[in-house]
């Protein structure tokens, strides 16, 4: 039987597998399949499409534009480069109760963070506390990484020297008298950044690590004083800053600036009077930028956004229309055969 | 020894010859040449542990898509154009190189471990330090060493033969392993030796040899010995024993290394795979070629978009850098894109392509059906690259002989002295074995005859193509342990059933008593029967056929030392019956004849009962054969008569037989001499089953073993063959030794093979020759002497040119036998020029083909044979199948016009209402007007130029078929010509071109490829078809009975026509849909995802900028997304199996056309594109998204579109599909989550610290994904679904399916499991049925 062996030793093992027969699900996608799977595709978006459309019409938004290219608008003074420490303030009045958790954005437009080289300028490793990033930053942050006399810039980039610096203080006016809304600052940058992205050195006080380098030249402060109220919220944690880092996907976006959770106004803004007061530091006309403030509510599906809906509901009756049309088409090709 | 100073030096030798002296020679100078030569040692493998890294990368950099990947790797080290971190942009080339690298490696370690074991193979070397022998190992043996072989062992290196323990110092080699012939070949032991035995002092070996330089021609081999006398010896190839061979049925040889190791022929006949590019590559380059000008056309606006949006910024707080100018600064954008765009173009589709043809390869090769149990060989795939080519058949050109037809030649009739004898039994059993075969085919289930426990030579051992490889020699080895037995001996080639009238005739010729009574009835006369004597004794001894025994295969029956009666006596009695073929002598004289013819009858009627009485035990032993049979002759022939004879017998046992018995059989023969006539027929049978068991021949070409089978079964046995004669018995006379003066082998331009014998009893010279009838009819002597025989002789040719004609006309192949009888003087002068030419070195085969030449003149036609070649299994059903898939077939063939035709019919090729052109003309001007002429015959038959065969077949004719001969289609190739041919031919359904040579065979084929541009296909068993198989664009070789050559020059080798039926229809077409798709599929991946980071660029300012991570950027394609594809393309059965088979149709029915669909493929991937980025961007326009946020739903809906995709184009989904897709989706989600939650500073500028994990908490992120997924793939869905519905192929597609259920499956794989036990049994089906 030696031999017998040898006889078909060359034969192909006789599997489903190396045969080319394993079992297989053939999607052939006859009208049969699709049409029942388009209509329950259909109803299920048209289904998440109400319900994301009724959402997305309960969130309501405040966008108020205070770039002052208009010479109405209250912040025009401001809008001329040259005046320094300029100051607006910014009326506008609720009709209705703004309902709360309200979230405080600041918008700019035409603003590209995502510009390639502006994303590039920083260093990661300075930022999470590493005191020899702190001496010499990483190449990327050219040409925000020594200043002029060669002194290291911390932190450095394009992205931290160019941070938001317009602050806002929010009064609610009652009676002509103006009551100051409290901002909640805490809480508004992504808790990895806060907790795990970003870290200062563990030198105290914050002020020593700094020894030895300058800060960015745009910032009026140096990082470990962006702060003064907070000791906590300086350095490469401060809230504002890591808000800033994070840099927007688009052009014209808006930034978390503040939430308004406390006392009188946890439920929401009440109706009335309000005056913004901004400090205008932040120089966008010359690149056709705008500036704004926004006040919105938010839902689980985040902030207001009608596209979403629409376009499950566009797709759902696309679907459904389609199934509708396959039954033709179906109908006119293959009942004829069957017969 | 040699005065040194007339010899060059040794670096002049170098350049000219090879000078080869024993190894332990005493001259420095010449052991220093020797050591100069390469070793025995062999190194296929190509690198070495150190140099490994650095050879392997520089071989890799020569290609271009590695150096394109180089290129963009080394620009992301350009800062002003850096895209990613430099050691993000190094990952695709590294991933690349290394992948490729460890495929090389882990190839050349196979081959360093082959190499490894063959050169550790132990062999004899002679020592002189120790006087004998010792054993070394291959890697060991040098030029100049003396090596013995015993039988079976395989050599080790090119040698010369200089010793054989043979007698006649002849040694007998297998070359299956250089080129797949497995027949025997003999070597000759240089002539004029003074090494007398194996022992013989070595030492005094002191000549020197003078051969060329190492070639790679096998079959030629020139030099000379030169001895101390300053005698020289001519060495030719006969004298040389080539590596790798095996030596066979001598016990002991000795021969001297002339090449050792990578120098011997069979190493430098190694070649390793083909390569060929596939069509379908070549449109792949076309597509590429888009790819990347859509690149550039893409970077080229994000160059200008940037310039224009730099232009209009105005001192913006975000500018990094306002040196640079807004030109400059979009010109780097310019490259920076190109790193960031790189994907689109598929570099890895190339190795991915290379990936999924093995994997195609795998299955080919693995397919059952494509399995020939017989032969215990599967497909052979040598071009690993043209799969695909496989599905786009247009063309395919056959060969006939071997290809069509079995190659197995069976006897089927002849015609002698112009007499027609119909062998009408023989025609019934080969209908007979006909329907048994077919039978067994439909059973399946092969059974055993158990009768027969040696299974005859069938299993013929198919050597795997890369024989001449190292790889393969390992398993050669092996198998060489067991003696392998032949082919061409199967049961219908051996069992000639002999024509009545033929026998009557020969036995009225063996019976003078008849003679003597009768002369009326038909009886032959004298002449005819010297005529049919001859022509017996030429089919038995006019070829090249090496006989041995079953017992002992493979040795060689010794010479009988005494024949039945001593030779004196019987020549005197020939010559008494005057057998002189060219006097047309009266009636013999009846008292001269009277003893001798009478005991010639009676033998073979005694030896008949020899056959009944069983007794020939003896009959077995290896070199006295003949004379034991011989022996139970004797014993039975007395025992019938009397006891007390045969007991004296007995005790004798010599062998020898004294005139006085012979006498005694003889009047015990007149006492049964009535009976005689009525066992006429048995006693052929008798005569015949009494040597059947003994004897196997084994032939070069399968008509020789069926002609020496045909004479076998007239009692004219070919009993034995030595180098200096033949051993043949002769009815009624017994073995006889015939005189071998030379041999005129087989020579494909003269057309026939000649023998000089001296006639055993005339003791004349004779030339017998054999060969084409074109050949032979005009050579035979027209007018020499007497009129009447002038007259015979005339008549002779004209009803042997009828039978010819009639033979061809029935499908037979045709041999014509003549003679011819030399005087002595004539002899010794023609001799002289033979010797002159064998021994000359320069243009050799020149003088020895003149020499033939002069020799094969004025011939006596004795007769034709016809020769069944019948066609293979399945070979009708194979050709309608491939012409209903729109492939044309083409015969091309060296037989004659009517062999071709009729084979035609019988393959079905020629339908019997088709019209036949048959064109033939003498002259190109004929040739041209003979074109038109047919063409205008065409348009007026009404059938539209390039008709489809299979449309064409319903109507009333049904198409025209071209038959064009060789001559003409000399013509029709040449320049002025060929469009007029080539327009012809296209309007006919099939062409037959007849009498070609290979040369015409490669012209055809490259004309029509070339000129019309078609995909061919050729296919061929030999070596005439080895040009053509090399010219079309996908060869195809049958591993048949006609050695190796095809086979090596082929893409692919299958071992049976049918076989090209599954081989094209099912694995071509699916190969190419697969490639096809998938490379669509990789296109469309690509397009889809590079553009999605095109799209951004509108929104960052076309500053080059992503919204993804880097990693996951350039891991989207290399890993994510890499492997469905693949599987795709090596697992996706878009057609049943069993529905390709059935609708051959579909072959060319369902072609994706990859240039077109490519447009399709990349608008689609563009929408795609356009809703994955846009309905994200609208879901989080003016919101606070993040780049990498903003990015992370657009990644994981792209990937989930791109995975769903695929399920919506693939036809089949196995669980392998399902496992990938979802490993893929795990491994990009898994990858992205690992990475957010660990990655804290990697990765700059795109930190993905934390995004994932958050998005993928958050309702939007699914909602965008789910509405994204959908909206992409609605188009793509509805086109498939719409398609299947109205599409009448995919309708029929799938009516085929559905009537295949997995039921019946099951079904099938349990029954075929049942018969597999059965099947296990050694089987050759040519041994079955026939058996008593």
Redesign the interface.
């Known amino acids: 039987m030696v031999?017998?062996?040898?006889?078909?030793?060359?034969?192909?093992?006789?599997t489903?597998f190396?045969?080319?027969?394993?079992?297989?699900?053939?999607?052939?996608?006859?009208?049969g399949?699709?049409i029942p799977g388009f209509v329950l595709?259909g109803l299920a978006?048209i289904g998440?499409g109400v319900a994301?459309f009724v959402t997305s019409r309960s969130i309501e938004v405040l966008e108020i534009d205070y770039t002052g290219e208009d010479k109405n608008s209250p912040c025009f003074k401001c809008s001329d480069q040259d005046v320094k420490n300029c100051v607006c303030n910014l009326e506008f009045s609720l009709d209705s109760l703004f309902e709360g958790p309200v979230f405080f954005?600041y918008?700019l437009s035409n603003?590209?963070?995502?510009?390639?080289?502006?994303?590039?300028?920083?260093?990661?490793?300075q930022l999470?506390g590493d005191l020899d990033a702190f001496t010499s930053p990483s190449d990327?942050c050219s040409?925000?990484d020594l200043n002029g006399n060669d002194k290291p810039i911390v932190p450095c980039g394009?992205i931290a020297n160019?941070m938001f610096n317009d602050t806002f203080v929010l009064y609610r006016v009652v009676n002509g008298v103006k009551k100051l809304v409290p901002l909640d600052g805490k809480g508004i940058a992504?808790?990895?950044?806060y907790n795990?992205?970003y870290r200062n050195p563990t030198v105290t006080p914050l002020k020593n690590a700094f020894n030895g380098t300058v800060k960015p030249i745009?910032w009026p402060k140096p990082a470990y004083q962006l702060d003064t109220s907070d000791p906590a919220n300086n350095g490469f944690i401060n809230q504002d800053f890591l808000v800033w880092m994070?840099?927007?996907?688009?052009?014209?976006?808006?930034?978390?600036y503040r939430r308004i959770t406390e006392g009188e106004y946890e439920k929401g803004l009440p109706a009335g009077n309000y005056s913004l007061k901004i400090a205008y530091n932040?120089?966008?006309l010359?690149?056709?930028?705008t500036k704004k403030v926004v006040f919105s509510n938010v839902s689980?599906?985040?902030?207001k956004?009608e596209?979403?809906g629409i376009?499950?509901l566009v797709?759902g009756s696309?679907?459904v229309l389609?199934s509708i049309v396959?039954l033709i088409?179906?109908a006119k090709?293959?009942f004829p055969?069957d017969d | 020894m040699y005065s040194l100073e007339c010899l060059p030096s040794s670096k002049e030798r170098l350049g000219k010859n090879r000078t080869v002296v024993t190894s332990f020679t005493v001259d420095e100078e010449l052991s220093l040449l020797l050591k100069t030569y390469n070793g025995n040692k062999i190194r296929t493998s190509k690198y070495s542990l150190l140099s490994f890294l650095p050879k392997n990368l520089f071989e890799q950099l020569h290609r271009v898509a590695n150096v394109y990947f180089i290129f963009l790797a080394a620009l992301n080290f350009v800062p002003v154009v850096e895209?990613f971190q430099p050691e993000i942009a190094v990952v695709p080339i590294i991933l690349v190189l290394s992948v490729t690298a460890v495929k090389d490696m882990w190839e050349d370690y196979h081959r360093y471990k082959s190499d490894h074991s063959i050169n550790r193979l132990p062999c004899h070397v002679y020592s002189s330090k120790q006087k004998a022998y010792i054993e070394q190992r291959w890697q060991d043996v040098r030029v100049g060493d003396f090596v013995r072989l015993s039988c079976n062992e395989i050599i080790p290196a090119d040698m010369l033969l200089l010793y054989s323990s043979d007698q006649r110092g002849v040694c007998y080699i297998e070359t299956a392993n250089l080129d797949g012939e497995t027949n025997l070949k003999q070597r000759q032991v240089v002539s004029d030796l003074p090494l007398q035995g194996v022992d013989s002092p070595l030492e005094s070996f002191h000549s020197r040899i003078e051969c060329e330089n190492p070639n790679n021609d096998l079959s030629r081999f020139r030099g000379y010995m030169e001895h101390p006398s300053g005698l020289r010896v001519g060495l030719h190839n006969n004298n040389l024993l080539l590596r790798s061979c095996t030596v066979r049925n001598t016990e002991t040889v000795v021969g001297i290394v002339v090449y050792a190791g990578l120098e011997t022929k069979a190493m430098m006949n190694n070649s390793g795979p083909r390569y060929k590019r596939s069509q379908l590559e070549r449109h792949l380059n076309t597509v590429v070629l888009w790819c990347v000008l859509l690149l550039f056309i893409m970077c080229l606006t994000a160059a200008i978009g940037h310039g224009l949006w730099l232009n209009n910024?105005?001192?913006?707080?975000?500018?990094?850098?306002t040196e640079t100018s807004p030109a400059l600064a979009g010109f780097y954008v310019f490259w920076?894109m190109i790193i960031v765009l790189q994907v689109l173009i598929p570099i890895s589709l190339y190795v991915s392509i290379e990936v999924v043809k093995l994997g195609q390869i795998y299955?080919i090769?693995?397919?059952?059906a494509l399995?020939n149990?017989q032969l215990?060989?599967?497909i052979q795939c040598r071009a690993l690259n043209i799969t695909e080519d496989l599905g786009q058949i247009q063309y395919l050109f056959s060969d006939k002989t071997g290809t069509l037809t079995e190659n197995k030649m069976v006897f089927r009739r002849c015609s002698i002295f112009g007499v027609e004898y119909p062998h009408e039994e023989n025609a019934r059993r080969l209908e007979v074995y006909e329907a048994e075969r077919a039978e067994e085919a439909a059973g399946r289930s092969v059974t055993l005859q158990s009768g027969r426990s040696r299974?005859l030579s069938c299993?013929h051992s198919?050597v795997s193509l890369h024989t001449l490889t190292a790889a393969e020699e390992e398993e050669e080895l092996t198998n060489h342990s067991?003696p392998s037995t032949r082919a061409f001996c199967s049961r219908v080639a051996k069992e000639v059933l002999p024509d009545p009238e033929l026998v009557r005739k020969l036995n009225w010729f063996l019976s003078p008593a008849l003679a003597l009574s009768g002369g009326s009835s038909g009886s032959p006369s004298s002449l005819e029967l010297t005529y049919i004597t001859d022509f017996f004794l030429a089919l038995a001894i006019c070829n090249s056929v090496v006989v041995s025994s079953a017992s002992q295969p493979r040795h060689v029956v010794r010479e009988e030392q005494t024949p039945l009666k001593s030779l004196e006596e019987i020549k005197m009695i020939f010559q008494r019956l005057s057998f002189s073929p060219f006097l047309a002598l009266p009636i013999l004289s009846p008292p001269k004849i009277k003893v001798s013819p009478l005991s010639f009858t009676h033998r073979m009627f005694a030896r008949g009962k020899t056959g009944l009485l069983n007794i020939s035990p003896s009959s077995n032993s290896t070199t006295d054969e003949s004379e034991s049979s011989l022996e139970g002759h004797l014993e039975t022939s007395s025992l019938r008569p009397k006891e007390d004879l045969s007991s004296r017998l007995m005790e004798g046992n010599s062998g020898q037989t004294d005139f006085r018995e012979v006498k005694d059989d003889f009047i015990d023969a007149k006492m049964d001499g009535a009976r005689q006539d009525a066992e006429d027929l048995t006693i052929e049978e008798d005569c015949k089953s009494d040597t059947e068991e003994e004897l196997l021949y084994e032939a070069e070409s399968p008509d020789e073993a069926a002609l020496v089978h045909a004479a076998k079964a007239y009692c004219c046995t070919l009993r034995g063959r030595s180098a200096e004669s033949l051993l043949v018995d002769l009815p009624g006379i017994g073995s006889l030794p015939v005189p071998l003066l030379h041999i005129l082998p087989f020579d494909s331009n003269r057309k026939k093979m000649s023998v000089v014998v001296r006639h055993p009893l005339t003791g004349q010279v004779v030339v017998y020759t054999k060969g084409a009838d074109s050949a032979i009819m005009d050579l035979t002597e027209s007018s020499k002497g007497a009129e009447e025989a002038q007259e015979t002789s005339r008549h002779i040719r004209e009803q042997t040119q009828n039978h010819l004609d009639s033979y061809a006309r029935e499908g037979l192949r045709t041999l014509c036998i003549a003679k011819k009888v030399l005087e002595e003087e004539e002899y010794q002068v023609w001799r002289k020029g033979q010797l002159l030419a064998e021994n000359s070195i320069e243009n050799r085969e020149e003088m020895l083909m003149e020499s033939a030449l002069r020799l094969e003149t004025d011939l006596t036609l004795l007769g034709s044979t016809g020769i069944v070649d019948r066609l293979q299994e399945e070979v009708p059903e194979t050709i309608e199948a491939l012409q209903k898939a729109g492939i044309k077939v083409w015969i091309l063939t060296g037989d004659k016009k009517e062999t071709a035709i009729n084979i035609a019919y019988a393959c079905k090729l020629l339908c019997p209402n088709d019209q036949l052109l048959t064109a033939s003309c003498g002259s190109k001007d004929a040739c041209a007007a003979l074109l038109l002429e047919l063409q205008l015959e065409v348009q007026r038959g009404g059938v539209p130029a390039a008709g489809n065969p299979g449309k064409s077949s319903s109507g009333g004719v049904a198409g025209f078929v071209l038959v064009i001969d060789g001559r003409m289609l000399d013509w029709a190739l040449q320049d002025e010509l060929k469009e007029d041919f080539l327009l012809l031919s296209c309007s006919c359904k099939a062409v037959i071109c007849c009498r070609s040579t290979p040369l015409q065979k490669s012209q055809v084929v490259r004309l029509v490829r070339d000129h019309l541009s078609v995909m061919t296909l050729a296919v061929g068993d030999g070596a005439n078809d080895v040009s053509m198989i090399q010219v079309a664009d996908v060869g195809i070789g049958i591993s048949g009975q006609e050695g190796m050559q095809a086979v090596m020059s082929s893409d692919f080798a299958i071992s049976r026509f049918k076989h090209l039926r599954k081989l094209l229809l099912v694995h071509g077409h699916?190969c190419y849909t697969r490639l096809a798709n998938m490379i669509l599929y990789f296109i469309y991946k690509n397009v889809m995802f590079v553009n999605l980071l095109f799209w951004y660029q509108c929104?960052?300012?076309f500053?080059?900028?992503v919204?993804t991570s880097a990693w996951v950027l350039i891991l989207f394609n290399l890993l994510f997304t890499s492997v469905p594809p693949l599987i795709c393309g090596v697992?996706d059965?878009h057609t049943a199996?069993h529905t390709l088979m059935e609708l051959p149709q579909l072959y060319s029915a369902s072609k994706v056309s990859v240039p077109s669909m490519f447009w399709i493929t990349v608008l689609d991937a563009f929408y795609q594109s356009l809703v994955c980025f846009f309905?994200p961007?609208?879901?989080?326009?003016?919101?606070?998204?993040?780049?990498l946020?903003?990015?992370s739903p657009i990644n994981a809906s792209c990937l989930l579109i791109i995975l769903l995709h695929q399920?919506?184009e693939?036809?089949?989904?196995?669980?392998?599909?399902a496992l990938v897709l979802v490993l893929s989706a795990v491994s990009y989600f898994g990858f992205v989550l690992l990475f957010s939650l660990f990655c804290?500073?990697c990765s700059?500028?795109?930190?993905p610290?934390?995004v994932e994990?958050?998005q993928m908490s958050?309702?939007?992120f699914y909602?965008?994904c789910?509405?994204t997924t959908?909206?992409a793939l609605?188009p793509r869905?509805?086109f498939?679904?719409?398609f299947?519905?109205?599409h009448p192929s995919a309708?029929l597609k799938?009516a085929q399916?559905d009537r295949m259920d997995?039921e019946n499956?099951g079904k099938k794989?349990q029954r075929?499991?049942l018969s597999?036990p059965k099947?296990?049994?050694?089987?050759c089906a040519d041994n079955l049925g026939l058996e008593p």
């Open positions: 031999k017998a062996e040898k006889e078909i030793a060359n034969r192909p093992d006789n489903a190396t045969q080319q027969r394993l079992p297989a699900w053939q999607p052939m996608l006859s009208a399949i699709v595709i978006f998440i994301l954005y918008g603003y590209f963070q995502n510009y390639r080289k502006y994303a590039a300028s920083r260093d990661d490793d999470s990327s040409p925000f394009a160019s992504w808790w990895t950044d795990v992205k745009s994070r840099r927007a996907a688009l052009p014209d976006f808006r930034k978390l932040y120089p966008v010359s690149f056709h930028g689980w599906m985040g902030g956004n596209f979403l376009a499950y797709v696309l679907c389609m396959m088409v179906y090709f293959k055969e | 895209a910024l105005k001192d913006p707080v975000f500018m990094v850098d920076t299955f090769h693995n397919d059952l399995y149990q215990d060989s599967r299974s299993r198919f067991q699916w929104f960052c300012g500053s080059g900028s919204m697992l059965r199996a309905v961007y609208f879901a989080f326009a003016g919101s606070n998204v993040g780049v946020t903003f990015g399920v919506i693939s036809p089949t989904l196995t669980w392998i599909h804290v500073t700059p500028p795109t930190n610290l934390g994990t958050l958050e309702p939007l909602i965008i789910a509405v959908v909206t609605i869905l509805l498939r679904a719409l299947n519905t109205c309708v799938s399916t997995s499956y794989m075929w499991n597999r099947n296990r049994l050694p089987v």
